[in-house]
C-alpha cells in the first residue's frame, strides 16, 4: 500500500491562516485563499505589487500609525537576519474595496517567515497574518467582554514575543558558549597512549558548556587525566571551566600528585567567581610501576575496567566539592594497580545520571555495558558509551568523556 499523495496546494489554500509570499523586494508572490478572502482582492490584483502599495494604511494615521512602521521593521529584519519575526498585536487600518478612500480599523496578529536558499539567502518571506478585529469590538454596547478578551490576547502575543526573543538570546548564547569551550578543551591529540576523548552538549541550551576534561603529559612515561563540571552553565560556565582547567593542568605539572594538584585548584577556585562547588576527578598514571593514583573532588568515581570485563570504581578518595568546606583542607588520594590491556573511564554526571532515579542506578548501568566491552578499542567504546548510555530523548545535561587505554 503506498501513502496517499498530498495535495500541497489544497492545503495551502486551506490553512485558516493568510498567507502570503513576498519576494526581496517585498512584492507579492502568491497568496493562499484565506488571505485573498481576508484582503478582500483576488490574486490577480497582488501579483507583483509591492505590500505597502496594494495596502496603504489611511490618510488620517499616517503619521503616527504604528502599522506600516512595525511591519515594514519586521519584514526588513528578516530579510536582513534571516531569523523568524513575530509582531505584536497590530492596528493597520484597510481601505473598502467598494468605497475607496474609506478606511476600516482593523487589527492583525503577524508572523514573518524567511525562506532560504541551498545558500542560506532569504528567496521568499511567508508573511502570515490573522484577522483579530472582533476582539476590539464591543460587544451589547458595554465591550466588557470583548475588552478583556482583546486585552488578554494582546498579553498573550507580548509573551509569545517575548518567549520567542529568549529563546532566540539562549541559541546565541548556546553557540557562543560552545565557540569558547571547543577553544578552551584541549584538542584530542595522542598523549603517548591510545585515548578518546568526548564533550556532547545538551540538547538545552541552558545546559550546556560546564564541562571539561584535560590529559597531560609527564615526565618519566606518566600521564595525569583529570574530567570536571561546573555548577553552572551557558557563557559563565564556559568561563570558569577554561579557567579550571588551565590551573589544574600547571598544578599537575608541578605536584607529586592528584591530591596535590587538587589542593592548588581548590585553594584558586575559592578566588573565582562561579568556581565553588565544581567537581572534578585526577589520576596520574604510572606505566612503569603499573600502578594509578587518583583523587577525587565530589565526582563521579572513574571506572577502571579489566581486560577480563571486570569493573572496578574508584571511590576510596573522595572529598567534597572544591570550596565546600568552610575551611581548606588537603584532600585524600589512592592507588591501585592495573594489568596491560585495562581501561580507565572518566566522565561527568551526564553520562549516568537520570531525573527521578538514584545515581547507583547510573553506575549499574555504566558498569554492566563496560562489562560487555572490556577489550573495545577507546575510540569505538567512546562512541559506544555514548550511543548506549545517552537518554533516547537526548541528553538533559552536557557529558565530556575520556577513554584511555592503560
Known amino acids: 500500500m503506498t501513502d496517499p499523495a498530498i495535495d500541497y496546494r489544497a492545503v495551502y489554500n486551506r490553512l485558516p491562516a493568510g498567507i502570503a509570499l513576498l519576494d526581496p523586494e517585498l512584492r507579492y508572490i502568491d497568496a493562499n485563499e484565506t488571505y485573498l478572502h481576508l484582503a478582500d482582492c483576488s490574486l490577480a490584483d497582488l501579483l507583483g505589487v509591492y505590500i505597502f502599495d496594494a495596502f496603504p494604511d489611511s490618510p488620517e494615521r499616517a503619521q503616527t500609525a504604528n502599522g506600516p512602521t512595525s511591519l515594514g521593521a519586521s519584514l526588513l529584519h528578516v530579510l536582513a537576519t534571516g531569523e523568524r519575526d513575530s509582531l505584536a498585536l497590530q492596528r493597520y487600518d484597510v481601505e473598502r474595496r467598494d468605497r475607496p478612500g474609506t478606511y476600516e480599523e482593523r487589527y492583525w496578529s503577524t ?41 488578554l490576547y ?25 565557540t569558547l569551550q571547543a577553544a578552551l578543551l584541549p584538542a584530542p591529540r595522542p598523549v603517548g597512549h591510545r585515548a578518546a576523548v568526548r564533550y556532547q552538549p545538551a540538547i538545552s541550551a541552558l545546559n550546556v558548556c560546564g564541562d571539561w576534561y584535560d590529559l597531560v603529559d609527564l615526565p618519566g612515561d606518566r600521564i595525569a587525566v583529570a574530567v570536571g563540571d561546573v555548577v553552572g552553565h551557558g557563557l559563565a560556565a564556559a568561563c570558569v571551566m577554561g579557567q579550571l582547567r588551565s590551573a589544574l593542568s600547571a598544578a599537575s605539572r608541578t605536584t607529586a600528585g592528584p591530591a596535590e594538584a587538587l589542593n592548588v585548584l581548590g585553594l584558586y577556585a575559592r578566588s573565582v567567581e562561579g568556581a565553588e562547588s565544581s567537581t572534578v576527578v585526577n589520576a596520574f598514571i604510572d606505566w612503569p610501576s603499573r600502578t594509578l593514583t587518583y583523587s577525587n573532588a565530589g565526582h563521579p568515581p572513574a571506572a577502571l575496567l579489566r581486560p577480563d570485563g571486570t569493573v572496578e570504581f574508584l571511590d576510596q578518595a573522595t572529598d567534597p566539592p572544591l570550596g565546600a568546606r568552610p575551611q581548606h583542607q588537603p584532600g585524600p588520594q589512592a592507588t591501585v594497580g592495573f594489568t596491560v590491556g585495562s581501561t580507565l573511564v572518566l566522565y561527568t554526571d551526564g553520562l549516568i545520571e537520570r531525573r527521578h532515579e538514584d545515581i547507583d542506578v547510573g553506575l549499574a548501568r555504566l558498569a554492566a555495558t563496560l562489562h560487555r566491552y572490556p577489550l573495545y578499542d577507546p575510540e569505538a567504546l567512546a562512541d559506544l558509551l555514548l550511543s548506549e548510555l545517552s537518554p533516547p530523548t537526548g541528553a538533559t545535561d552536557d557529558t565530556a568523556l575520556v577513554v584511555l587505554r592503560l
Open 154 to 178: 494582546m498579553r498573550a502575543r507580548e509573551l509569545q514575543e517575548i518567549n520567542e526573543q529568549m529563546r532566540a538570546a539562549h541559541a546565541r548564547e548556546r553557540e557562543v558558549a560552545l
Open 111 to 151: 508572523i514573518n517567515t524567511p525562506i532560504l536558499d541551498s545558500a542560506g539567502e532569504v528567496v521568499l518571506i511567508a508573511h502570515r497574518v490573522e484577522e483579530v478585529t472582533a476582539f476590539m469590538q464591543t460587544k451589547d454596547g458595554s465591550g466588557d467582554d470583548s475588552k478583556l478578551q482583546a486585552e
